[in-house]
T-cell receptor
């Protein structure tokens, strides 16, 4: 089983719909992250969390929200999806500030 | 502005050949530099992490170098295999209260038999 699991892996939705992407991890890491990957661009940080009570905005948080339900679970929500949120989304975890990032397999979201 | 630039954008080589991917950065203050391998449709996987004091680090057939003075890094792949076909992403960490990761756009490597 994967250490970092994302669901769903693929989702097609319509403009204005609410979407939730879920991430769970079995690595026991405190730090969890959500990234977005677009063709021709580097990964961009949306939100990150260093523990259950800690939520921080990343570079591109507008239009997104997150919830850290438990140490092992970190979900990303799009309250009202728009087409330019079509992208590949990655959840990641790390054990420390300078430590290795462990990524999930990605969630491909298409907003029509 | 903190930036990470990778070259070439794409590369095609024959199986068994060696290749070198380049990464130039303008990130300050520097914390560490990482190389990741991303297979198509998969999440990135870490290959190496180097700090300021390290100028080379190997992981099997992958060898990364770092020149902190010129702010350049390279990833050398020896005796390439078909499974090396992937995107290789250079990531530089900027030191701060919370280190910030700046991702390059990657080099797409294709290895043909």
């Amino acid at each position: 089983d994967a250490d970092v699991t994302q669901t769903p892996r693929n989702r097609i939705t319509k403009t204005g719909k609410r979407i939730m992407l879920e991430c769970s991890q079995t690595k026991g890491h405190d730090r969890m992250y959500w990234y977005r990957q677009d063709p021709g661009l580097g990964l961009q940080l949306i939100y990150y969390s260093f523990d259950v009570k800690d939520i921080n905005k990343g570079e591109i948080s507008d239009g997104y929200s997150v919830s850290r339900q438990a140490q092992a679970k970190f979900s990303l929500s799009l309250e009202s999806a728009i087409p330019n949120q079509t992208a590949l989304y990655f959840c990641a975890t790390s054990a420390s500030n300078t430590g290795e990032l462990f990524f999930g397999e990605g969630s491909r979201l298409t907003v029509l | 502005k903190n930036q990470v630039e990778q070259s070439p954008q794409s590369l095609i080589i024959l199986e068994g050949k060696n290749c070198t991917l380049q990464c130039n950065y303008t990130v300050s203050p520097f914390s560490n530099l990482r190389w990741y391998k991303q297979d198509t449709g998969r999440g990135p996987v870490s290959l190496t992490i180097m700090t300021f004091s390290e100028n080379t680090k190997s992981n099997g057939r992958y060898t990364a170098t770092l020149d902190a003075d010129t702010k350049q890094s390279s990833l050398h792949i020896t005796a390439s295999q078909l499974s090396d076909s992937a995107s290789y992403i250079c990531v530089v960490s900027a030191r701060g209260n919370t280190d910030k990761l700046i991702f390059g756009t990657g080099t797409r490597l294709q290895v043909f038999p």
